[in-house]
C-alpha cells in the first residue's frame, strides 16, 4: 500500500484531506521575504531615478490641468480659462489634482503617483484572486501577494511604467478590481451593477477598455456563466454611463470625445517618423506574462475553460483595436501594460484550482499522479527549450516583426528634412532631454503672458504655468484638433516663441518651416533646441526673450556663434521616402 511520504494511515478512508507540509509561520515567513525581495527591488529602482526625475514628457500636462484647476480654471490647458478636453484619462487627472497638493516638484509628483499604483496594482491582482480561490491557501491576499509581485517588478512592460507618470498604472490596478468583481459576479458573489462601476471607472482612465468590459459581458452570457438578463443590466449601465460621460463632456468642453481622438481619426500624422510597433509590444506584453501563460497551458481543464475565455478573449479585442490607431510616446508597451491584469489573475485562479482539487482528493500519492508530474515537467522543459531557440534568433524574429509593424500603422511614407541656409560650419550638438533643458533653462523664466508653440509641450507648460501654450501636436489645442494644423492659422495667432515640431513630425515641420510667413515675422535658430527655436520679431516680449535665449545658449552650446544659426532661409523639397523601421 502507498503511503504519504509524511504520514501514514490504515485506511485509505481514513486520510484526512491534504495539508501542506509547510507550517502557517514558516509560508508568513516566507510570504514576508518574497514581498520584502520585490518591494526593495521595486523602492531601489524609485530611488535611482527620484535623484534625477525624468518622467514621460506627456505626463506633465496632467499637473499642469491639476494647478489650473486649484486655480479656479476649470479643466483648462492654458491661463484663459477656455476648457480643454485634453486629458484622456480623466480619472487619472482627478488624482493628479489630489497629488498636486504634496511638497514635491511637478516631476517627483508625477513619478510618486504612477509608483504607487503600480504597486496598487499588484495588491489589486492579489485581492481578485483571493477574493475568488476556492483553496484555503489562495484565499488570503497576502499569500498570493507575492505569486503577482515577484514576477511583474522584474518586467520589461510592467514595472518601467511605474516611473513614468503616466495613467498606465492606475489603469492596470482598476484592471484587476474590474476582473474581480467581474469574476465574482459570474459566481453570484457581486451584482452586476457593481461589476458595470469598475468598468467605468476604468473606461475614465483607459477609454479602450469598454471593449473589455462589453467583451466580459458578452463573454458571461455565452459561456453560461451569467444569464441574460444580468449581462443586460450590466451593459445597460455601463453604456448609460458612457452615454451620460459623453453628454457631460459635450456640454462642458463642447466636444464629447478627448482631441486625441480627432487628431488620430483625421489622418494627422501623415509622415510621422516614429514607428510605435504595435505587434512587438503586444508581444513583449505577452512575453512578461510568459510564466502566467504557462501555467495556463499546463493546468486548464476543461471546468476552468469559460474563466479563461472570460479574461483572455475582451484582452486580445483590445489588443486588436489598439493595433489600428497611433500611439504615440508608446514606450515599453504603454497601451498594453494595464491589462497584465487579464492574464495573472485566470492564470492564478487556474492554479488555485488545481491546488483545491488536490487539498480535497483522499489520496496523496499514486502512479497516475507521479505519471501526470512528469508530464508537466517535460512540457515545461520542452517550452522553455522553445524560448531559448525563439531567442537565439532574436534578430531574424524582430526584422520581421519590424515589416509586420509597419503595414499595421500603414505608415508607408515620411517626409524629406528642411534645409537652411546659415553661416554656421558645424550643426549643434543634440539632446535626448530637449524637453527639459529647454523648459528649464529657457521657458521657465520668460515673463507672463508669453505665448509658445510646441509639439513637445509637458515640461514647459508646468515650469511656466503663466504663459500661453499653443500645442502643435493638437492633444491640448481644441482648434488644431478639429480643424487640423494650418500655418496660416498659426501665423495668426501670432505666439511669440515657436519651438519647431519634434522631428517625427516630417510632414507638419516641412510645411511650417517651408512657409515664407515664418522667416518674415521670425528669428529662426536652426537646430536650438534640437528641433529649431523661432522667436517672433514684433513681439512686445522680445528683449527678455532674446535675453533668455542667449543665456540658454551659452550654457548648452559654449563656442557656438548664436548669430551664424539664425537661418537666411529655407528649402523643402517635400520628397516622400519610403518609412523606416526604428
Not at 533653462?441 to 520668460?446: E, G, K, N, R
Not at 504655468?465 to 496660416?488: E, P, Y
Not at 548648452?556 to 519610403?578: E, H, I, K, L, T
Request: net charge positive; charged share 15%; proline share 5%.
Amino acid at each position: 500500500m502507498l503511503t504519504h511520504p509524511l504520514t501514514s494511515f490504515e485506511s485509505r478512508d481514513e486520510r484526512p484531506a491534504m495539508r501542506f507540509a509547510v507550517s502557517p509561520k514558516a509560508t508568513r515567513w516566507i510570504v514576508a521575504g518574497c514581498l520584502t525581495l520585490a518591494g526593495a527591488y521595486a523602492a531601489t529602482r524609485l530611488a535611482a531615478a527620484w535623484a534625477d526625475a525624468y518622467p514621460m514628457d506627456d505626463s506633465l500636462m496632467f499637473y499642469r490641468y491639476a494647478i489650473n484647476m486649484r486655480h479656479g480654471l476649470g479643466v483648462s490647458w492654458n491661463p484663459d480659462g477656455v476648457h480643454t478636453y485634453g486629458e484622456t484619462a480623466t480619472l487619472w487627472g482627478f488624482v493628479v489634482l489630489l497629488l498636486s497638493y504634496l511638497p514635491l516638484t511637478p516631476a517627483h509628483t508625477m513619478m510618486i503617483g504612477s509608483w504607487l499604483c503600480a504597486a496598487g496594482g499588484v495588491a489589486t491582482m492579489a485581492w481578485a484572486v483571493a477574493r475568488n480561490a476556492k483553496s484555503e491557501f489562495m484565499r488570503s491576499t497576502w499569500r498570493v501577494l507575492p505569486m503577482v509581485a515577484l514576477p511583474l517588478v522584474l518586467t520589461h512592460t510592467y514595472f518601467p511604467h511605474a516611473l513614468m507618470g503616466m495613467e498606465t498604472m492606475l489603469a492596470a490596478g482598476l484592471a484587476g478590481v474590474f476582473l474581480g468583481v467581474a469574476i465574482g459576479w459570474t459566481n453570484g458573489l457581486f451584482r452586476p451593477e457593481l461589476v458595470a462601476g469598475a468598468g467605468l471607472l476604468l473606461f475614465l482612465t483607459r477609454p479602450e477598455s469598454a471593449i473589455a468590459v462589453i467583451g466580459v459581458a458578452a463573454i458571461a452570457r455565452l459561456t453560461g456563466k451569467a444569464t441574460g438578463r444580468a449581462s443586460a443590466r450590466l451593459l445597460g449601465v455601463f453604456l448609460g454611463g458612457i452615454a451620460l460621460d459623453l453628454l457631460v463632456c459635450k456640454m462642458y468642453f463642447l466636444t464629447a470625445l478627448p482631441l486625441s481622438f480627432y487628431m488620430k481619426s483625421q489622418r494627422a500624422y501623415e509622415g510621422y517618423h516614429m514607428s510605435w510597433r504595435p505587434l512587438t509590444h503586444a508581444l513583449e506584453m505577452l512575453g512578461d506574462c510568459s510564466i502566467f501563460l504557462v501555467v495556463l497551458f499546463l493546468f486548464t481543464r476543461r471546468r476552468e475553460r469559460g474563466l479563461v475565455l472570460l479574461c483572455l478573449v475582451p484582452a486580445l479585442c483590445t489588443f486588436y483595436y489598439l493595433m489600428t490607431v497611433t500611439k504615440i510616446m508608446g514606450y515599453n508597451g504603454r497601451y498594453y501594460a494595464p491589462y497584465f491584469a487579464f492574464v495573472v489573475v485566470p492564470a492564478l485562479l487556474v492554479l488555485d484550482a488545481r491546488i483545491d482539487s488536490q487539498t480535497r482528493s483522499r489520496e496523496y500519492w499514486s502512479e497516475e499522479t507521479g505519471i501526470r508530474a512528469r508530464a508537466l515537467i517535460l512540457c515545461a522543459m520542452t517550452v522553455l527549450a522553445l524560448c531559448i531557440v525563439i531567442f537565439s534568433g532574436v534578430h531574424r524574429v524582430a526584422a520581421a516583426l519590424a515589416a509586420v509593424d509597419r503595414r499595421i500603422e500603414a505608415r508607408p511614407f515620411e517626409y524629406e528634412d528642411v534645409r537652411y541656409e546659415t553661416t554656421a560650419l558645424a550643426t549643434l550638438p543634440t539632446s535626448n532631454r530637449n524637453a527639459r533643458d529647454v523648459a528649464e533653462f529657457f521657458v521657465a523664466p520668460l515673463p507672463a503672458g508669453v505665448s509658445i508653440a510646441a509639439s513637445e509641450v509637458g515640461y514647459i507648460s508646468v515650469l511656466n504655468q503663466r504663459a500661453t501654450v499653443i500645442d502643435l501636436a493638437g492633444l491640448n489645442d481644441t482648434k488644431i484638433a478639429l480643424h487640423g494644423f494650418s500655418v496660416d492659422d498659426l501665423m495668426a495667432r501670432r505666439p511669440d516663441v515657436i519651438w519647431m515640431p519634434h522631428w517625427h513630425y516630417t510632414y507638419q515641420r516641412g510645411i511650417l518651416l517651408s512657409s515664407p510667413k515664418l522667416l518674415e515675422q521670425y528669428d529662426l535658430l536652426a537646430g536650438a533646441g534640437g528641433y529649431g527655436i523661432a522667436i517672433r520679431k514684433d513681439s512686445p516680449l522680445r528683449p527678455a526673450i532674446v535675453s533668455q535665449m542667449q543665456s540658454y545658449w551659452a550654457r548648452f552650446y559654449p563656442g557656438y556663434d548664436m548669430n551664424d544659426y539664425v537661418a537666411r532661409s529655407v528649402s523643402w523639397s517635400g520628397r516622400r521616402y519610403r518609412a523606416t523601421d526604428d
